[in-house]
C-alpha cells in the first residue's frame, strides 16, 4: 500500500500545481459498495505520477492532451479547457445501482464550469459533478 494511505476510506494525496490557466486534476479516488454505508477498498486510484496508470490495477485512464506540473507531492495532471481530458472505460463503476465515493484534489483557475468527473452509460442518464471556480470556505 502507499505511505499515504489512510484506511478504510479516507485519502487524499495532496498535489497542487503552480500552473495558473489551467483547470488541475490532482488525483481521484472512487470507492463503490454494493452497500453505500460501508467503506470498501477504492475501485480506481490514478496518482498522477507522469501517466494514467490505476494503482488499484482495475482501469488505466487514456489521456488525451494531458500534461503534467509539479505538485504539493510529486506529479499531478493538468487539464487544460481546450479539450484535454482523462478518461476510462469501465464497468466497474455504477453509479445507478450502488453506493460510491468520489475524491480529488483540485486547483482550478478559471471562472468557467468545468466538469470534474463524469458519467453517461450511452442513454440520457448521467452523473456530472462540476466545478464553477469559484471558491468554497
Known sequence: MHAWWAPPCAFIKRRFSTDHHVFLLIAVLLVQSAIAKVCVEPVSFWEGERNGVDSMGVSNL???????????????????????????????????????????????????LQIIASKNDGNDDQLVIYSNGTKKK
Open 62 to 112: 487514456t489521456l488525451t492532451g494531458v500534461y503534467y506540473a509539479d505538485g504539493y507531492l510529486g506529479d499531478a495532471f493538468v487539464l487544460g479547457l481546450d479539450g484535454s481530458n482523462a478518461s476510462m472505460k469501465s464497468d466497474t463503476f455504477d453509479a445507478e445501482t450502488s453506493g460510491y465515493t468520489l475524491t480529488a484534489w483540485l486547483k482550478t483557475s478559471s471562472s468557467r
